[in-house]
Protein backbone atom coordinates (compact mmCIF):
# COMPACT_ATOMS: atom_id res chain seq x y z
CA UNK A 1 0.00 0.00 0.00
CA UNK A 2 0.90 3.62 -0.68
CA UNK A 3 0.74 5.57 1.86
CA UNK A 4 -1.09 8.89 1.74
CA UNK A 5 1.08 11.20 4.19
CA UNK A 6 3.92 9.63 6.47
CA UNK A 7 6.38 11.82 8.61
CA UNK A 8 9.80 11.54 7.69
CA UNK A 9 12.22 11.17 10.57
CA UNK A 10 16.09 9.73 10.57
CA UNK A 11 18.20 8.86 13.73
CA UNK A 12 19.25 12.88 14.17
CA UNK A 13 15.97 12.86 15.39
CA UNK A 14 16.00 10.10 17.56
CA UNK A 15 19.34 11.40 18.93
CA UNK A 16 18.13 14.70 19.99
CA UNK A 17 15.25 13.16 21.36
CA UNK A 18 17.76 10.44 23.66
CA UNK A 19 19.72 13.61 24.54
CA UNK A 20 16.48 15.32 26.01
CA UNK A 21 15.53 12.33 28.27
CA UNK A 22 19.22 11.97 29.29
CA UNK A 23 18.82 15.45 30.35
CA UNK A 24 16.31 15.03 33.01
CA UNK A 25 14.64 17.94 31.43
CA UNK A 26 11.99 16.71 29.52
CA UNK A 27 8.12 18.84 29.48
CA UNK A 28 8.71 22.44 28.25
CA UNK A 29 12.55 23.77 28.22
CA UNK A 30 15.55 25.26 25.86
CA UNK A 31 14.13 22.90 23.24
CA UNK A 32 10.93 24.10 23.31
CA UNK A 33 12.80 27.88 22.98
CA UNK A 34 15.42 26.67 20.55
CA UNK A 35 12.69 25.38 18.11
CA UNK A 36 10.44 28.52 18.69
CA UNK A 37 13.55 30.43 17.70
CA UNK A 38 14.19 28.40 14.64
CA UNK A 39 10.60 28.75 13.13
CA UNK A 40 10.54 32.44 13.76
CA UNK A 41 13.38 33.04 11.73
CA UNK A 42 12.63 31.03 9.11
CA UNK A 43 9.22 32.44 8.78
CA UNK A 44 10.56 36.20 9.47
CA UNK A 45 7.99 36.01 12.51
CA UNK A 46 8.95 38.82 15.53
CA UNK A 47 7.41 35.53 18.28
CA UNK A 48 6.75 31.98 18.01
CA UNK A 49 4.81 30.32 20.96
CA UNK A 50 4.66 26.82 20.67
CA UNK A 51 2.17 24.83 22.32
CA UNK A 52 0.25 21.35 22.22
CA UNK A 53 -1.34 21.60 19.41
CA UNK A 54 -2.65 24.48 16.14
CA UNK A 55 -6.19 24.14 18.25
CA UNK A 56 -4.77 25.13 21.67
CA UNK A 57 -2.49 27.89 19.19
CA UNK A 58 -6.02 29.48 17.57
CA UNK A 59 -7.39 29.30 21.07
CA UNK A 60 -4.61 31.45 22.01
CA UNK A 61 -4.73 33.78 19.42
CA UNK A 62 -8.67 34.35 20.00
CA UNK A 63 -8.06 34.92 23.59
CA UNK A 64 -5.22 37.40 22.80
CA UNK A 65 -7.48 39.49 20.61
CA UNK A 66 -9.76 39.28 23.34
CA UNK A 67 -12.69 37.38 21.65
CA UNK A 68 -15.73 36.14 23.11
CA UNK A 69 -19.00 35.51 24.13
CA UNK A 70 -21.31 37.91 21.88
CA UNK A 71 -18.66 37.61 19.17
CA UNK A 72 -19.13 36.27 15.67
CA UNK A 73 -15.91 35.08 14.00
CA UNK A 74 -16.37 34.50 10.03
CA UNK A 75 -14.90 31.72 9.30
CA UNK A 76 -14.65 28.94 6.10
CA UNK A 77 -16.93 25.46 6.36
CA UNK A 78 -14.14 24.04 3.83
CA UNK A 79 -11.74 22.76 6.71
CA UNK A 80 -10.54 20.80 9.60
CA UNK A 81 -12.69 20.88 12.67
CA UNK A 82 -10.36 22.34 14.70
CA UNK A 83 -10.53 25.59 13.22
CA UNK A 84 -14.18 25.88 14.21
CA UNK A 85 -14.03 23.98 17.80
CA UNK A 86 -11.48 26.86 18.89
CA UNK A 87 -13.86 29.52 18.20
CA UNK A 88 -16.37 27.22 19.77
CA UNK A 89 -14.09 26.56 22.48
CA UNK A 90 -13.97 30.54 23.64
CA UNK A 91 -17.34 30.91 23.39
CA UNK A 92 -17.93 33.02 20.17
CA UNK A 93 -19.90 31.86 17.71
CA UNK A 94 -19.03 30.96 14.19
CA UNK A 95 -20.34 32.03 10.65
CA UNK A 96 -19.76 29.98 8.06
CA UNK A 97 -18.58 31.51 4.90
CA UNK A 98 -18.25 30.19 1.45
CA UNK A 99 -15.17 29.54 -0.42
CA UNK A 100 -13.26 30.13 -3.79
CA UNK A 101 -14.05 27.70 -6.04
CA UNK A 102 -10.45 27.40 -7.43
CA UNK A 103 -8.38 28.05 -4.66
CA UNK A 104 -10.62 26.49 -2.26
CA UNK A 105 -10.16 29.34 0.61
CA UNK A 106 -12.39 32.00 1.76
CA UNK A 107 -13.96 33.81 -0.81
CA UNK A 108 -13.79 38.02 0.73
CA UNK A 109 -16.74 38.57 -1.39
CA UNK A 110 -18.85 36.13 0.22
CA UNK A 111 -17.44 36.83 4.01
CA UNK A 112 -18.23 40.98 3.17
CA UNK A 113 -21.69 39.92 2.85
CA UNK A 114 -21.78 37.91 6.22
CA UNK A 115 -20.76 40.55 8.07
CA UNK A 116 -22.56 41.64 10.99
CA UNK A 117 -23.03 44.38 13.89
CA UNK A 118 -21.67 41.93 15.86
CA UNK A 119 -18.93 40.08 13.40
CA UNK A 120 -15.37 40.66 15.68
CA UNK A 121 -12.96 38.59 13.73
CA UNK A 122 -12.08 36.43 10.16
CA UNK A 123 -10.37 33.46 10.71
CA UNK A 124 -9.13 32.35 7.39
CA UNK A 125 -7.82 29.13 6.22
CA UNK A 126 -4.49 28.34 3.90
CA UNK A 127 -6.15 25.15 2.88
CA UNK A 128 -3.93 22.41 2.06
CA UNK A 129 -0.90 24.68 2.54
CA UNK A 130 -1.89 27.78 -0.55
CA UNK A 131 -2.47 30.91 1.08
CA UNK A 132 -6.00 33.02 1.25
CA UNK A 133 -6.32 35.96 -0.80
CA UNK A 134 -5.34 37.79 2.01
CA UNK A 135 -5.20 41.54 0.85
CA UNK A 136 -8.94 41.52 0.16
CA UNK A 137 -8.95 39.98 3.95
CA UNK A 138 -6.60 42.27 4.98
CA UNK A 139 -8.52 45.36 3.10
CA UNK A 140 -12.42 43.74 4.65
CA UNK A 141 -10.93 44.32 7.97
CA UNK A 142 -9.66 46.97 8.41
CA UNK A 143 -12.69 48.58 6.46
CA UNK A 144 -14.87 47.22 8.91
CA UNK A 145 -12.61 47.14 12.29
CA UNK A 146 -12.43 43.70 12.11
CA UNK A 147 -9.25 41.37 13.91
CA UNK A 148 -7.75 38.52 11.16
CA UNK A 149 -6.64 34.99 12.60
CA UNK A 150 -5.03 33.26 10.32
CA UNK A 151 -4.72 29.38 10.62
CA UNK A 152 -1.23 28.11 8.58
CA UNK A 153 -1.87 24.86 10.34
CA UNK A 154 -0.81 23.70 6.21
CA UNK A 155 0.62 26.29 4.76
CA UNK A 156 4.36 26.37 6.65
CA UNK A 157 6.64 27.73 4.29
CA UNK A 158 4.25 29.07 1.70
CA UNK A 159 4.57 32.60 0.50
CA UNK A 160 2.18 35.63 -0.22
CA UNK A 161 3.56 37.91 -2.47
CA UNK A 162 7.05 37.07 -1.89
CA UNK A 163 6.36 36.91 1.92
CA UNK A 164 6.60 33.59 4.36
CA UNK A 165 3.19 33.28 5.65
CA UNK A 166 2.90 34.22 9.10
CA UNK A 167 5.02 37.30 8.62
CA UNK A 168 2.33 39.48 7.32
CA UNK A 169 1.01 40.92 10.45
CA UNK A 170 -1.64 39.25 11.88
CA UNK A 171 -1.79 36.41 14.79
CA UNK A 172 -1.18 33.01 12.16
CA UNK A 173 -1.06 29.34 14.19
CA UNK A 174 0.87 26.25 12.56
CA UNK A 175 0.44 22.40 12.94
CA UNK A 176 2.92 19.49 13.76
CA UNK A 177 0.84 16.82 13.29
CA UNK A 178 2.14 14.20 10.82
CA UNK A 179 -0.18 14.77 8.08
CA UNK A 180 1.52 18.19 8.09
CA UNK A 181 4.81 20.40 6.55
CA UNK A 182 7.14 19.33 9.70
CA UNK A 183 5.69 16.70 12.49
CA UNK A 184 6.54 16.97 16.20
CA UNK A 185 3.71 14.03 17.06
CA UNK A 186 1.79 16.35 17.97
CA UNK A 187 2.27 20.23 18.27
CA UNK A 188 1.47 23.72 17.29
CA UNK A 189 2.91 27.44 17.34
CA UNK A 190 1.20 30.86 17.85
CA UNK A 191 3.26 33.45 15.55
CA UNK A 192 2.53 37.20 16.54
CA UNK A 193 4.12 40.44 15.82
CA UNK A 194 2.71 42.26 19.14
CA UNK A 195 5.47 41.31 22.35
CA UNK A 196 2.18 42.62 24.54
CA UNK A 197 0.16 39.79 22.40
CA UNK A 198 3.21 37.27 22.78
CA UNK A 199 3.49 37.59 26.82
CA UNK A 200 -0.29 36.84 27.06
CA UNK A 201 0.13 34.46 24.89
CA UNK A 202 2.71 32.60 27.12
CA UNK A 203 1.23 33.19 29.89
CA UNK A 204 -2.00 32.03 28.79
CA UNK A 205 -0.39 28.89 27.54
CA UNK A 206 0.98 27.97 31.15
CA UNK A 207 -2.44 28.22 33.07
CA UNK A 208 -1.98 31.73 33.90
CA UNK A 209 1.36 32.32 35.59
CA UNK A 210 2.76 35.71 35.19
CA UNK A 211 6.34 33.75 35.96
CA UNK A 212 7.69 31.20 33.17
CA UNK A 213 8.57 27.15 34.45
CA UNK A 214 11.84 28.11 33.16
CA UNK A 215 12.38 31.25 35.22
CA UNK A 216 11.15 29.96 38.27
CA UNK A 217 14.04 26.79 37.51
CA UNK A 218 16.32 28.91 36.84
CA UNK A 219 16.04 30.99 40.08
CA UNK A 220 17.10 27.67 41.92
CA UNK A 221 14.46 28.78 44.89
CA UNK A 222 11.87 30.46 45.85
CA UNK A 223 10.32 32.28 43.58
CA UNK A 224 6.07 32.28 43.70
CA UNK A 225 3.87 33.71 41.12
CA UNK A 226 0.66 34.93 40.56
CA UNK A 227 -2.14 34.24 37.68
CA UNK A 228 -3.18 37.12 36.58
CA UNK A 229 -6.07 35.53 34.80
CA UNK A 230 -7.14 31.58 34.25
CA UNK A 231 -4.87 29.85 31.17
CA UNK A 232 -4.53 26.76 30.23
CA UNK A 233 -2.22 23.99 29.97
CA UNK A 234 -1.19 24.10 26.07
CA UNK A 235 2.82 23.61 26.87
CA UNK A 236 4.57 21.64 24.27
CA UNK A 237 7.24 19.11 25.54
CA UNK A 238 10.85 19.33 24.86
CA UNK A 239 10.74 15.77 23.49
CA UNK A 240 8.18 17.16 20.79
CA UNK A 241 10.60 19.90 20.40
CA UNK A 242 13.48 17.98 19.80
CA UNK A 243 11.44 16.55 17.19
CA UNK A 244 10.79 20.14 15.62
CA UNK A 245 14.79 21.51 16.13
CA UNK A 246 15.95 18.69 13.98
CA UNK A 247 12.85 18.89 11.36
CA UNK A 248 13.28 22.45 10.63
CA UNK A 249 16.85 21.86 9.51
CA UNK A 250 14.94 19.67 6.48
CA UNK A 251 11.98 22.36 5.95
CA UNK A 252 13.79 23.44 2.42
CA UNK A 253 14.18 20.28 0.90
CA UNK A 254 10.92 19.11 2.54
CA UNK A 255 9.02 22.09 0.82
CA UNK A 256 11.46 21.19 -2.56
CA UNK A 257 10.67 17.77 -2.14
CA UNK A 258 6.67 18.22 -2.04
CA UNK A 259 6.90 21.39 -4.63
CA UNK A 260 8.97 18.70 -6.86
CA UNK A 261 6.11 16.08 -6.47
CA UNK A 262 3.38 18.34 -6.99
CA UNK A 263 5.11 19.27 -10.51
CA UNK A 264 5.35 16.02 -11.52
CA UNK A 265 1.52 15.20 -10.85
CA UNK A 266 0.50 18.58 -12.81
CA UNK A 267 2.35 17.51 -15.89
CA UNK A 268 0.71 13.96 -15.60
CA UNK A 269 -2.81 15.32 -15.01
CA UNK A 270 -2.17 17.43 -18.15
CA UNK A 271 -3.07 14.52 -20.26
CA UNK A 272 -5.85 13.06 -17.90
CA UNK A 273 -8.75 15.09 -19.01
CA UNK A 274 -10.59 13.99 -16.09
CA UNK A 275 -8.78 15.22 -13.48
CA UNK A 276 -7.73 18.77 -12.59
CA UNK A 277 -4.81 19.82 -10.78
CA UNK A 278 -4.45 22.80 -8.19
CA UNK A 279 -4.42 26.02 -9.40
CA UNK A 280 -1.96 28.04 -7.84
CA UNK A 281 -2.10 32.17 -8.39
CA UNK A 282 1.11 34.15 -9.52
CA UNK A 283 0.90 35.92 -6.41
CA UNK A 284 1.53 32.43 -4.26
CA UNK A 285 3.63 29.51 -3.44
CA UNK A 286 1.85 26.13 -2.13
CA UNK A 287 3.16 24.38 0.52
CA UNK A 288 1.42 21.17 -0.69
CA UNK A 289 0.52 19.56 2.38
CA UNK A 290 -1.68 17.68 0.62
CA UNK A 291 -2.20 17.72 -3.31
CA UNK A 292 -6.08 18.42 -3.86
CA UNK A 293 -7.36 16.89 -7.34
CA UNK A 294 -10.45 17.78 -8.93
CA UNK A 295 -12.81 16.08 -11.04
CA UNK A 296 -13.36 17.86 -14.77
CA UNK A 297 -16.66 19.24 -15.57
CA UNK A 298 -16.00 16.91 -18.63
CA UNK A 299 -15.77 13.89 -16.43
CA UNK A 300 -18.13 11.28 -16.36
CA UNK A 301 -16.80 9.47 -13.67
CA UNK A 302 -18.01 9.33 -10.02
CA UNK A 303 -15.48 9.88 -7.82
CA UNK A 304 -15.86 7.65 -5.01
CA UNK A 305 -15.54 4.87 -7.08
CA UNK A 306 -11.98 5.99 -8.61
CA UNK A 307 -11.49 6.17 -4.73
CA UNK A 308 -12.42 2.62 -3.92
CA UNK A 309 -10.76 1.41 -6.80
CA UNK A 310 -7.58 2.85 -6.25
CA UNK A 311 -7.26 1.64 -2.72
CA UNK A 312 -8.06 -2.12 -3.74
CA UNK A 313 -5.49 -1.20 -6.31
CA UNK A 314 -3.18 -0.04 -3.11
CA UNK A 315 -2.96 3.55 -3.62
CA UNK A 316 -4.24 5.39 -0.10
CA UNK A 317 -6.16 8.87 -1.46
CA UNK A 318 -8.79 10.24 0.08
CA UNK A 319 -12.04 12.13 -0.45
CA UNK A 320 -11.36 15.79 0.39
CA UNK A 321 -12.68 17.90 2.98
CA UNK A 322 -15.75 17.31 4.53
CA UNK A 323 -17.77 20.94 5.04
CA UNK A 324 -18.54 21.37 8.72
CA UNK A 325 -21.84 23.02 8.16
CA UNK A 326 -23.19 19.61 7.33
CA UNK A 327 -22.07 18.04 10.45
CA UNK A 328 -22.00 21.00 12.87
CA UNK A 329 -25.06 22.12 14.31
CA UNK A 330 -24.27 25.46 15.25
CA UNK A 331 -27.51 27.62 16.17
CA UNK A 332 -27.83 30.88 14.80
CA UNK A 333 -30.12 31.83 12.94
CA UNK A 334 -27.25 33.33 10.88
CA UNK A 335 -26.12 30.10 10.07
CA UNK A 336 -26.29 29.88 5.98
CA UNK A 337 -27.91 26.71 4.94
CA UNK A 338 -25.77 26.07 2.11
CA UNK A 339 -22.57 26.99 0.86
CA UNK A 340 -22.83 25.89 -2.86
CA UNK A 341 -19.27 26.39 -3.78
CA UNK A 342 -17.71 24.10 -0.54
CA UNK A 343 -20.41 21.46 -1.39
CA UNK A 344 -19.73 21.49 -4.85
CA UNK A 345 -15.45 21.46 -3.87
CA UNK A 346 -16.10 18.76 -1.28
CA UNK A 347 -17.83 16.26 -3.89
CA UNK A 348 -15.48 16.35 -6.48
CA UNK A 349 -12.09 16.78 -5.04
CA UNK A 350 -9.70 13.98 -3.35
CA UNK A 351 -6.18 13.81 -2.00
CA UNK A 352 -3.33 11.65 -3.85
CA UNK A 353 -0.03 11.09 -1.43
CA UNK A 354 2.47 13.51 -1.06
CA UNK A 355 5.36 13.20 1.24
CA UNK A 356 8.66 13.57 1.69
CA UNK A 357 10.41 10.00 1.03
CA UNK A 358 7.57 9.14 -1.74
CA UNK A 359 9.43 7.17 -4.40
CA UNK A 360 9.76 8.17 -7.80
CA UNK A 361 8.54 4.25 -8.29
CA UNK A 362 5.66 4.74 -6.02
CA UNK A 363 4.59 8.72 -7.38
CA UNK A 364 4.50 6.80 -11.58
CA UNK A 365 2.20 3.79 -9.78
CA UNK A 366 0.25 6.47 -8.82
CA UNK A 367 0.02 7.62 -11.85
CA UNK A 368 -0.76 4.42 -13.54
CA UNK A 369 -3.33 3.75 -11.00
CA UNK A 370 -5.13 7.14 -11.57
CA UNK A 371 -5.12 5.85 -15.34
CA UNK A 372 -6.01 2.60 -14.78
CA UNK A 373 -8.70 3.52 -12.22
CA UNK A 374 -10.59 5.80 -13.93
CA UNK A 375 -10.69 3.85 -17.33
CA UNK A 376 -12.50 1.13 -14.70
CA UNK A 377 -14.77 3.78 -13.75
CA UNK A 378 -16.20 4.93 -17.54
C1 LIG B 1 -4.66 20.03 11.04
C2 LIG B 1 -5.39 21.30 11.10
C3 LIG B 1 -5.72 21.90 12.33
C4 LIG B 1 -5.51 21.21 13.65
O1 LIG B 1 -4.20 21.05 13.99
P1 LIG B 1 -3.86 20.29 15.38
O2 LIG B 1 -2.39 20.52 15.53
O3 LIG B 1 -4.21 18.84 15.15
O4 LIG B 1 -4.66 20.90 16.45
C5 LIG B 1 -6.33 23.13 12.32
N1 LIG B 1 -6.62 23.74 11.17
C6 LIG B 1 -6.35 23.20 9.97
C7 LIG B 1 -6.68 23.96 8.72
C8 LIG B 1 -5.74 21.95 9.89
O5 LIG B 1 -5.49 21.40 8.71
Not at 91 to 114: C, G, L, S, W
Request: net charge neutral; glycine share 6%.
Amino acid sequence: MIPFAKPFYTSAEEELVTKVIRSGWVSQGERVEQFEGRIADFVGARHAIATNSCTSALILALRVLDIGVGDEVLCPSFTCIATINAIVAVKAQPIFVDIDPVTYNIDPEVARRALSARTRAIVAVDQVGLPAEWDSLNALADQYGLELIEDAACALGAEYRGRKLGSLGWPTTLSFHPRKILSTGEGGMLLVESDEFADRARRLRSHGAAVSDVVRHRSGGFVSTDYPEPGYNFRMTDLQAALGVVQTTRLPSFLQERRRQAGVYDEALKSIPDLCAPVVPAHMSHAYQSYMVRMSAVSRVDRDCLIRKLVVRGVACRSGIAPLHWNVSLGSSRQPSSLPVTEEASRQTFFLPIYPGLSADDQSEVVRALKACLHDCH
